[in-house]
């Protein structure tokens, strides 16, 4: 497993591992929030199938993303700063 820095390109690392640390805090805090409520009206059985659906939803999602990813690289642009003219 590799760290979420070292996996980003130099330039994008600040960008990626800002995103990358808001989603786990936004996963950890709406996710309690909403199965707290399927809990509470449903009871722990139906908790329990809907955490395990959102995981598995938000694992084929990943698994996507890291297919395409695989599939269609982008390619590296490198930008010098010779690259534009000044006016």
Known sequence: MCSMPG?????????DSGGYS????LGLGLGSFALGL????????????????AGAVGTALAATLWITR????????TATREAVPRA
């Open 7 to 15: 996996a980003a390109v130099p330039s994008r690392r600040r960008p």
């Open 22 to 25: 808001t989603s786990l805090y």
């Open 38 to 53: 399927v809990i509470t009206e449903q009871g722990y059985g139906a908790g329990f199938v809907a955490g395990a659906g």
């Open 70 to 77: 695989l599939r269609w690289p982008r390619e590296s642009v």
